[in-house]
């Protein structure tokens, strides 16, 4: 809370338009965390950044998960889950009938009303196979709550270089391109040759034993020789959309 508001709030105490109560509770939302007991949920980071708090589903129980949920509806009228498995959303989407499910992205969300769109920034997300697709998914259903045009181009890996051909122009409209690979992770690198927009690689842990899970693809994209690339980690299928989120509304704020 800045000066000015706590100054106007001592007032409305001292002149009896608020009651102390009151007051106690918008101090506590000033502080900008909300202790759940169990979790101390960021309200401020909107504000610092842009974006409210997105809840990471995976480790939480269903009840903590559920009381998130209903928190960050009340505060911002809006909510993301990420990791979240199938199993767990039938009685969620019972009792916040808002909420919408993204099977194979693993994403639970309701979009802030009005939802803020950023029409004029396609970002493209691309996917190596098929195995990569939940990666890839994830990306693209963050970057649509965010308000983004998202173009998908799914299966166009390496093996075939022919079908990533086929699919240049649309990749190089995108202001951001965002690629998930697993095994040899060699598809950021041809994608990054190709367009002039930045790459946002994202190396998945899809692959035989010595792919170690994701690690030889991780080290492929950060090894490679084309340039203009940028690398999350291993499967951060949210890490990618929300740096090409920053790096899209920075862009237009420079512009503008």
Known sequence: MDSKRLQ????????????????????????????????????????????????????????????????????????????????????????????????????????????????????????????????????????????????????????GIHRLVSELDRLREARVVIVAAGMEGALPSVVAGLVAAPVIAIPTSVGYGASFGGVAALLAMLNSCATGIGVVNIDNGFGAATLAHRIVTRHNESES
């Open 8 to 159: 106007a709030l001592l007032e409305e105490v001292a002149a009896g338009t608020t009651h102390v109560s009151d007051a106690l509770d918008a101090l506590a939302d000033a502080s900008g965390v909300d202790d759940l007991g169990f979790a101390k949920l960021d309200t401020d980071r909107e504000r610092r950044t842009g974006m409210a708090e997105v809840i990471f589903a995976a480790g939480k129980t269903d009840d903590q998960l559920r009381r998130l949920v209903a928190r960050c509806l009340e505060r911002h009228g809006s909510v993301l889950a990420t990791r979240v498995e199938a199993p767990r959303t039938p009685r969620l989407l019972e009792e916040f009938p808002q909420l919408r499910f993204n099977e194979p992205g693993r994403v639970l969300y309701c979009r802030p009303t009005p939802s803020t769109t950023h029409s004029d920034t396609r970002i493209a997300v691309v996917c190596a196979g098929t195995a990569d697709l939940p990666v890839a998914e994830e990306s693209a259903c963050v970057l649509e709550f965010l308000g983004h045009d998202v173009e998908r181009v799914s299966d166009v890996g390496v093996a």
